[in-house]
T-cell receptor, first 114, second 115 residues
Framework: KAGVTQTPRYLIKTRGQQVTLSCSPISGHRSVSWYQQTPGQGLQFLFEYFSETQRNKGNFPGRFSGRQFSNSRSEMNVSTLELGDSALYLC?????????????FGDGTRLSIL | AQSVSQHNHHVILSEAASLELGCNYSYGGTVNLFWYVQYPGQHLQLLLKYFSGDPLVKGIKGFEAEFIKSKFSFNLRKPSVQWSDTAEYFCAVTAANQAGTALIFGKGTTLSVSS
């Protein structure tokens, strides 16, 4: 069974630009969550999607948004990039997004802002 | 607010030494608890999990963890570490029985094992 696939693996952008990251969950998984990982703040929850609906959102500004498609694939968008947005963005999937279902993580997209 | 605290930022051990990584959480309801591991260059992998029942849970590669509800703790242990255990370890908590619940992670503990 293929794991969680994130594309691209690396991105370099400049301040003010916007970026879109993609995530394909494990086949059959309908819940997709996004996390930001930085050396200073660690792993922080961005949002969770299930059946094309955002069910939960972390404490991030509105520049961070996402969506989910009918095939459960998800995209995350960050607009008006800031230096502090440099991070590893991780996507995780689980069957239904219930608390007792372990989340399976992808390799992440490393975003660098110049 | 939910939070997870990992006591050790960096632990250095020799092979065959015993390991215990501390984890305490703050949450007002029923929780599910996890330990994830991130080996160099690899993605986060589930090491073990606790949902209910026996508070002593066993995971992969000889790791185990004990849930002590009264202490809000979920410490990770391994009797004898190997060089291949060098990795970053994350404790995490979610609200039980809640759809769309987020994983709340600790800041992580880097384990370095020398051969």
């Amino acid at each position: 069974k293929a794991g969680v696939t994130q594309t691209p693996r690396y991105l370099i952008k400049t301040r003010g630009q916007q970026v879109t990251l993609s995530c394909s969950p494990i086949s059959g998984h309908r819940s997709v969550s996004w996390y930001q990982q930085t050396p200073g703040q660690g792993l922080q929850f961005l949002f969770e999607y299930f059946s094309e609906t955002q069910r939960n959102k972390g404490n991030f500004p509105g520049r961070f948004s996402g969506r989910q498609f009918s095939n459960s694939r998800s995209e995350m968008n960050v607009s008006t990039l800031e230096l502090g947005d440099s991070a590893l963005y991780l996507c995780a999937s689980s069957p239904d997004g219930l608390g007792n279902q372990p989340q399976h993580f992808g390799d992440g997209t490393r975003l660098s802002i110049l | 607010a939910q939070s997870v605290s990992q006591h050790n930022h960096h632990v250095i051990l020799s092979e065959a030494a015993s390991l215990e990584l501390g984890c305490n959480y703050s949450y007002g309801g029923t929780v599910n608890l996890f330990w994830y591991v991130q080996y160099p260059g690899q993605h986060l992998q589930l090491l073990l999990k606790y949902f209910s029942g026996d508070p002593l849970v066993k995971g992969i590669k000889g790791f185990e963890a004990e849930f002590i509800k009264s202490k809000f703790s979920f410490n990770l242990r391994k009797p004898s570490v190997q060089w291949s255990d060098t990795a970053e370890y994350f404790c995490a908590v979610t609200a039980a029985n809640q759809a769309g619940t987020a994983l709340i992670f600790g800041k992580g503990t880097t384990l370095s094992v020398s051969s």
